[in-house]
């Protein structure tokens, strides 16, 4: 159920409309927009009545919601959703640049990566702590010594962190020392760390799983909603198939999927989803092409000698010549089109 | 590196290796196998320099390990592990038959399947108390109430216990109220979870996940292991293909992969594998037939009023009917093949 | 549309539909069944009249197909069909075994694999006589020469000869030495090559493509049987995925699902399946457990000399294993089920 | 083996190389390049001499091949080949646009889409006389006189033609009345069909199969080139995986993995690469931002009546602005590096 509010609704008639909603035992999720407040309603096993909300004052309309999905849907918030990660933003006017190493390794190969990203003009800063890793024996992450020293990037340079918490702990630690809590392809569909990252007050970057649908996208952005952190990007990092020539295949058509069907940004990560050095350039242009709001994208100082995933990290100078590529296209794709590209 | 002792060793060699082994400040895995013991090495970065063990007394060898698993591999343990859960056993010379519904729901309906279960001479019962669901408005499962339901399922039928946990709370409940953890598919690669379960005192089921590779089944295995459960047992339950006419693909070609390459046993589950309940039974068939060592299949009294799954639950008549089959077909493979045919 | 004649009708009242049929400017294709006739309407743009055949003599029923095939259907011919090919049959109550080299080499090779397949029992020899190879330098096969060959090994051992044909000339030297035309899997959709298959006199085993849906597949042996050729036997090959521990993943289920939709019998190949020599015998058991109608299996003297997919080539003496377990367990099968396995 | 000329090498000193070729048994392939010729050779077993060549006069050098395919190569011919299409060109300074109905229908339809092509500066256009269709009920084509309209389409417009043969007459009929012979994705591994298409006079459009790797793609483009047919343009079209969001899956991670390994030009087809009318101009952004040499794009006057694939056709108006879109973009690319973008 959706409650659509009229333009000129009181904040005493939404809190009313809320009011209803948990007499009934259920959840509200208010979505301003920019003509008008809707209200999505969770919680609720069967259909909710409308009959409980179509007299109250204010109140357009309520809707059914027959998707399974609910929050994340432009029938909730029909504009697109302007996240606020740290003193930047994703998902509006500007093309959301997000850079640096697989995996943090030592302060000066974190420093070194951070100085050329700040110069590049990107505000938003990657490294791994803690790191999945497919074998227990490989390098695990610096853990919150790693987060330490991302904090320190960004109090010297002023970009915001993102970085990857894989448990409770790492959410806690992500929350304390960082701007944004990534979650990665393999805990897509850990649910409990969803609901989690759920009740956390960062903004939740989401990783698409290697064989995740759309919908099983969608409905775990909607986990994270459902339980009130609606500040959310979606990730897409290349999905598993047969093809060999790289090391996943990037799905770019998700992206005009998940602009038609939702209010949330996505994002393109063309480090793993080619696993190749050569890919990552001509990869970034196609996703920033196909209407993107933004790159996270891997670099190292010397990613001969990085200790995670080299073959796909961008030298310095390699991740500048892509910046300037990708500024350039996405000033040119939106000047193009009436609407933006991903609209 | 692994350690292989000789078949005179003593208790007291393989003491004076382990302790060799903790002061250079690794971990030492003591597998017993019929003729003789061997001892896995975890912990070390690099490669182990094996003079340190050769000139021990009781070393038969140290063997470099190249491949990117230790515990799990034959190498280690050359027979296959029989693994107790409960007061039963999987690997052994009987086929693991484990049987329940999909979610626990009611007591009606539980103890309806566990009798059914029961009556076939199945040792082992399934029922999920924790259900990870694709969205967060569908039924989550009962919790730790359905668990409890469990354990009186066991005191009565005497059947063990073997039910999904999703995160850390969920395995010290299962640890507490059943007889193994089941992790599942996509939790596979959650790998904070597997080092978690890992210092559980259960054994643990290791379902696949959705897009694995053999190889990361194996290393989520090791994940396991290196924590020092070494009671592991593998499932495949389908892979996600571009084929329709099943939910999921069933790959049986990986049983006499990991009968190959490990000592673990592994079985298979036509019921996730299939999602249509006219295939499960042919799928149990070819199962058992391909080689695997148990089955997990879900059965429900009434499958068309199940909360979850219903389309590929069994009746407990089709149930009972696929039991006598596999029972007799599990028999025929055995006698036909001098060594069992998942040797 | 879909013409259901009574039990009692008259060859005179099926001749007269056919003269109906084909003044409407359509094909008949007239499918006799335990109990009854049927008649499949083909050529037809849009749906057809009933009411031009209700109330000829001996029609129970015309039926409007909603499906997007019409002739392999059950409800055409709702018993299975048994084709006849050269003096054997598949589909009927025995297990096809169908064996052979890859490619025909030398006259020693093929000699030598024919009489340990016959010494077997088997009834069907394949051998490629034309080899569709990935690389244009591979070899391609020994042609008519070959062909030549396989007849000298039908008349000295009465085997049937399998081997497949990649152009028209190549069907038309087909129909002219061997017993059944084998359209492979990079063929599957090559619906010109269908069309004149669908024209020759001989059974055709059409292999599913590599990634070739069930309705892809259903429709493309309806192109054979479109033109009138109703000997159609389907073969599941395995299909690609990203699993890489085999050459291909074996899609067992479709075999229960081939069953339920069409009255076509269907076969598994479980040598190019799995591309390793050691699943084979697994998973040509498991090809039997799950309700295949025969197996197509390798066999090479000496494997590791073979021209063409030595690593999946048994040996004659693990063919003549393979062949006695599954035998065996074909009975086990059809004994325990009141309806054949793959009703 | 490939032989090197030196830059100075006269005409007769290529002859003498391709004698020798000739002498031995095999097939000389002349690639002239911007500062030097090499000449490919096929039609060897195993390996050849370089003795043969190294002491010929013109020769620089003659280098084993070690990779399975030779004529495609970067090694043969450094320089990227510019293929010549009727009076256009592929794989030069411009943006190849190739564009037009699925199906040629009426003349009303083809010269109304004509006609809207023609005006976008587009040179090529395409539309299907034969239709490769998954039922054999569906609408197959109109077949020569579909071809005859083309003709006329070239004459009135000065379009070039690309349209799709199936089968040997259909070749010999496009190389009659066509420009370009397009090699469906569910022909790409009909290697009867490559190899008449390589014996052909006209350029040959390879469109990738829907499972095919990078390397069976060279690998038909070989068969092609060992024919003698040098001018093959490759084709991504999407690929088929689990996602469900549109028909195919873009792999555009191919464009600069082909570009890398070899000298010929390759375009995107996001018409069929999606399937949905409403990503394809963002996929065909993203294909021109990846570096491909062209786009191959489904328009029809009125979609909703076309009798194919009307869900992914473009309006002529939509076509108008992609074209727009898509040029502008290729210039700023190419202004951006250096070298072009695709090298």
Redesign the interface.
Known sequence: MLIVMRPDAAETDIDRVLDVIETLGFRGHVMPGENRTAIGI?GNKGSVDPTHFENLRGVAQAIRVTK???LISKELRPEKSVIKVGTGTIGGDELAMIAGPCAIETREQLFAAAEAVAASGARFFRGGAYK??????AFQGLGVEGLKMLAEVRDQYGLNIVTEA???R?IDAVEEYGDCIQIGA??M?????L?YAGRAKKPVLLKRG??A????LL?AA??LM?EGNYDVILCERG????????RN?????????VH?LTHLPIIVDPSH??G?N??VT??A???????ADGLIIEVHPKPEEAMCDGAQALTLEQYADLN??VI??YK??NA??AEP?SG
């Open positions: 969770t399974p999905y609910k999945p890793r497919t074998s227990p024996y894989m448990d409770e790492g393999r805990n569909q850990n649910f409990s760390l609901r290697l064989s649908t759309l919908d099983e409905l909607e986990y459902a999905i598993r198939t047969f093809a060999d020539h790289a295949t990037m799905d770019l058509s998700i992206i005009p999927a038609r989803g080619t190749h050569y890919m001509p990869l242009r196609a996703g920033v092409a196909v209407g300037g590529q350039s296209l040119l794709i193009q089109v590209v």
